[in-house]
């Protein structure tokens, strides 16, 4: 019934800029925390960003803050994560998030995942 779905990944080079989308399906996006996560080569998922229901409120994790910014429109069911500045290090599969039901940098608090999409940053 909910399906979340990410889009906008790609490559870029070091310190060129992306933005991803996540389309939600589901009458209750509205009400719904909306996550990024992502997930290198060979290392687990890591929280990256968050944004509370109404858009008000955000978090990122360290190595992002300033550089990542989270946002939504509550209206076309959409959540959205503009990269910019980005670093070799940020390439990773980027997973959209929803619905969390606890600790917001936790993966097993989130209810609903798309599939991910591929960020490559090249040196």
């Known amino acids: 019934q909910v399906q979340l779905v990410e889009s906008g990944g790609g490559l870029v080079q070091a310190g060129g800029s992306l933005r991803l989308s996540c389309a939600a399906a589901?009458?209750?996006?509205?009400?719904?925390?909306m996550g990024w996560f992502r997930q290198g080569p060979g290392k687990e998922r890591e929280f990256v960003a968050y944004?509370?229901?109404?858009?008000?409120?955000?978090a990122y994790t360290d190595s992002v803050r300033g550089r990542f910014t989270i946002s939504r429109d509550n209206v076309k069911n959409t959540a959205y994560q503009e990269m910019n500045s980005l670093k070799p290090e940020d390439t990773a599969v980027y997973y959209c998030?929803?619905?969390?039901?606890?600790?917001?940098?936790?993966?097993?608090?989130?209810?609903?995942w798309g599939q991910g999409t591929q960020v490559t940053v090249s040196s």
């Open positions: 998030a929803g619905d969390s039901r606890g600790t917001i940098s936790v993966v097993k608090s989130w209810a609903y």
């Open positions: 944004i509370s229901a109404g858009g008000a409120s955000t």
């Open positions: 589901g009458r209750t996006f509205s009400t719904w925390r």
